[in-house]
Structure formats: C-alpha cells, structure tokens
C-alpha cells in the first residue's frame, strides 16, 4: 500500500472515529457528568445506566431486601431448617457502585469516549458480591441445629470416703460442622447454586479420655498425715482452711517439683487472710495468716509418709505444739519454702479436709509406690528459758502475772524408716534447732492509794440536836480503811 493510501485510509478512520464520538456525545450528553453512571453498564441484573451515586447505593439496598428473602435450606443428619439470610450477616458489597461511576470517567479525554463508546454498544455488566459474617454464620448454625449437638464427657476419677479411686469414663459428643457452610452459602448467594446448604456431624472429643486417665496411674492412697487446732481460735482455723483449700485436689505430674508458697500464694488480706499469732523474730505475735505453717507441716508429715522425695523443708525458731520436735515444716512468703518432687512415674492427687479440730491432708498415687513407712524424731538436747520480770506501772506493788509462759528450746534429730520385709532402710532428715521462749513476768510498780480521815470534831454543848451523823470509831493511827481496797491491801497497811 502507498503512502498516499496509508494518509487517506487514516483520514477515514478518524472522521469515521470522531463522527462516531459526536453521535455518542450527542446521544448521552445528560451521562457525561462523573458523578453519574454511562450507559451500557449494569450491576448484576439491574441497569445503572443515568444513576448517580445516591440513586444507585438504594437500588443496591433495595436488591440486598430481596436477596434477605431468598429461601436458603440447612440440612444435616436428616433434619432440615430455614437458614435465614438476615441472621448470618448477608449483605451486598457497595464497593461495585463505585466500579460502576469510574467506567468511562477514568483516564485521558479520548481514553473517557473510547472507553464509553464500547459500553454503549457492547455493554459492560459488573458482578455483585454478596459477603457473609462468619461468625454470626457459625452461631446461627449453632444455635439451629443445637437438638443434633451432644456435649462431650471429660474422663476422670473420684475418691470414695473410704479412700478406694474410681475411673469415670468419657463420652465424645458431637455436632454440625459449620466450616464447609461458608463457602456454600457464598456460592449459593453470588453463583446462584442450589440454596442447599449440606453440613455433616463431627465428632467432639473430650478434653480427657478415660484412656488418659487411666494412664495418670491413680488408684490408691499413697500416705496420709493428720493434725489437731483448737476450734475456738477462728481466724486461725480459717486461715488454715484457706491455706487447705490452695492445695486441695492438686495434682502433680510424674518428676514435678511441688512448692507449697507457689501453690498457695501470698498470705494476705486480697488473698482472704486473718490476723492470727505467728512466729516471727522468736515470738509469738498477731500477723495475717497465722495457722497456715499448721498446714506446711501437716503436708510435710503426709509427703514422708508417702514416701516422697522432700526438696526443702525449714523447722520453726520455736517449738510447736501440734507436731513432735523435728517434724514441722514452717514456711515465709517469699522467704522459707517447703517443697517436695513427685518421684513416682504416674502422677499424684492431693486431697485436704478441715472437720472439726482436725486438719488431714491425703496424697494418692500408684499402688506400686506404697511403702510401709515409719518416722522417728528425738531430742538430743534441751535449752531452758529465761524469766524476765518488767516493771509494770498499771499493776499494783507488791503484785506479778505471768505475760509469756516459757518454753523450752531443744535440738532435735528425725528419721524415716521404709520397711520391706525384713529389710529396713533408714533416712536421715533435716535436723531441727528450736529456740527457747523466755518466761516474761510483769511486776507491779503501781503506789496502792492510802486515805487519812479528817480530824474529829465535837459537838457545841448547846445544840441539843441528834442529826451528827454516825459515830465513827477512829484507829490511833488516824487510817480508815477503804471498804473498796482489796483485803491485801488492809494487810499491808494493818
């Protein structure tokens, strides 16, 4: 081809193009505004064609009603439901009005004609998207099909009163499974497929199988220890019972390493604690938590019982009453720790009861680590208290009272035995040193009030009257008693 025929045909081409631009700048000039849709376009089904923004986000909401009407079927185990639409967060993505204003809008002058120039007479249809709230899918679905959902049953074991532990065996449960729901609705809503959304029973397994608890290897008493409180004291009996309760149906895994501060935590008034008397610098004083040292060597008593491996253990700077010299175990937050390790090869149960006076704390196990198991403690040496006698101002002379009764401090040695046959192995444990408790006496340093009866008057020869009074017999000393002074101190001043 010439050149000469290249320039003509171009020139046709171009008159033809731009004949064609004018008609269709003719034919929509009331679409040539950005804010309004071009002809040609179609959102789904529906023309938008002329529609501004505001017009076209109501016709989308508008075809998002009648889409919220559509029937949907669940089926699921031969049962069958309404899935309604409105519930499970179904609603039509405006993003495409957006798409739809741009067609034609976008780009250089003649890219905006060409560009509508094709839609007008190809059209261009933009899908609507329809999305869905997972989760609320997944709770209505629930809350459907909730007669076809069967709970699962955790596995576990229970200790009889008289000690014997029974297997409670599991049960899986199971229901509809709502993942597979989502990406059928989705097709259903944007694809029109069948409105049948087809879900399956799942099982659901419990969290402990009976074969798992089985496997933990309890099945006996491994040990227990007992200990007595006076049961007028209260703060100290519910100081011990919160202390108690802290390691009641604790279990251990096989190796683990027990600590008694870390189980029972921070002995204050947050954590439910009372003022009770404690030891603290070698005296008895009122402290919160008082009587939970009471549980630390109770527990103690049940670990060597049991035969387990004691970690660290601490006696008190002064004797107790509640367990023989060498067997307590006091504890300090964030101080002093009693601990013991689960040196079995199954795991132990902890089980504490507070009845009446008595503390008892149980430990169960695996049968095969029964141990017959004997403590002895002895005192190797004694150290008596002191008496110290303070003045005390508001007693009277000549009077004392008892303020700390003394105790004596010893130093003790302990043992286990464990007994197999007749063999006997023995265990040396902690040795023991106790302070004594010095006897305090306060001694009165109180002046006893002493009152001297005024001089004795006569009366006028003249008066005649018998109204003087009664006649009091005064002692040559010039002391009347005071009837309100105590016999004692009639003595002192006769």
Not at 293 to 298: D, E, G, H, I, R
Request: hydrophobic fraction near 40%; glycine fraction near 8%; charged fraction near 25%.
């Amino acid at each position: 081809m010439s050149r000469t025929s290249i320039l003509v045909a171009a020139v046709v081409f171009t008159t033809i193009l731009l004949g064609s631009m004018l008609a269709l700048s003719v034919s929509e000039r009331a679409y040539v505004r950005p804010d309004v849709v071009v002809p040609g376009v179609k959102v789904g089904p529906m023309s938008f064609a002329g529609l501004t923004a505001a017009e076209g986000m109501a016709r989308l909401r508008e075809y998002e009603k009648e889409l919220l009407l559509q029937p949907v079927r669940l089926d699921c185990a031969g049962r069958c439901w309404r899935l309604p639409l409105e519930k499970v967060g179904a609603t039509v993505d405006t993003g495409v009005l957006s798409e739809a204003l741009a067609v034609g809008h976008r780009g250089w002058l003649l890219n905006r004609y060409l560009d509508r120039y094709r839609v007008s007479r190809d059209g261009k249809v933009l899908p609507i998207k329809v999305n869905i709230d997972q989760e609320r899918l997944t709770a209505t679905i629930a809350e459907l099909t909730k007669e076809l959902t069967v709970l699962p049953q955790n596995a576990g074991f229970k200790v009889l009163p008289n000690d014997t532990v029974v297997i409670i065996s599991g049960r899986e449960g199971r229901y509809a499974d709502p993942v597979p729901a989502y990406p059928q609705l989705l097709d259903i809503l944007n694809h029109n497929s069948e409105p049948v959304v087809r879900l399956a029973l799942k099982e659901l397994p419990p969290d402990y199988t009976t074969e798992e608890i089985v496997a933990m290897g309890i099945d006996a008493r491994l040990g227990e220890f007992t200990t007595s409180f006076d049961a007028t004291k209260a703060n100290r009996v519910y100081n011990i019972s919160v202390a108690a309760g802290a390691l009641n149906s604790l279990l251990v895994k096989p190796g683990e390493v027990v600590s008694f501060n870390k189980i029972v935590g921070p002995r204050s008034s947050e954590a439910g604690y009372k003022t009770a008397p404690t030891i603290i610098n070698n005296e008895f004083v009122d402290a919160l938590g008082g009587g939970v040292c009471q549980v630390s060597t109770t527990l103690y008593n049940a670990v060597l019982l049991a035969g387990l491996e004691v970690v660290e253990r601490h006696s008190h700077s002064l004797p107790v009453t509640y367990v023989p010299a060498g067997r307590d175990a006091t504890v300090v937050y964030e101080g002093a720790d009693f601990r013991f390790r689960n040196n079995t090869d199954k795991y132990l149960y902890l089980r504490t009861l507070v009845t009446g006076n008595k503390l008892t704390i149980k430990i169960f196990g695996n049968k095969n680590y029964i141990r017959s198991v004997r403590i002895q403690s002895w005192v190797t040496e004694v150290f008596k208290p002191k008496t110290i006698r303070r003045e005390d101002p508001n007693l009277e002379i000549g009077k004392a009272v008892v303020k700390q009764k003394g105790i004596s401090g010893c130093y003790a040695r302990a043992e286990r035995r464990f007994i197999a046959g007749d063999k006997t192995v023995r265990e040396e444990l902690p040795p023991s040193f106790y302070n004594p408790l010095d006897e305090i006496i306060a001694v009165g340093t109180k002046a006893v009030p002493v009152i001297v009866a005024p001089p004795k008057t006569e009366p006028a020869p003249d008066s005649g009257s018998s109204d003087r009074g009664p006649v009091v017999d005064v002692p040559q000393n010039n002391v009347i008693f005071d009837q309100s002074l105590p016999d004692t101190v009639y003595r002192g001043l006769r």
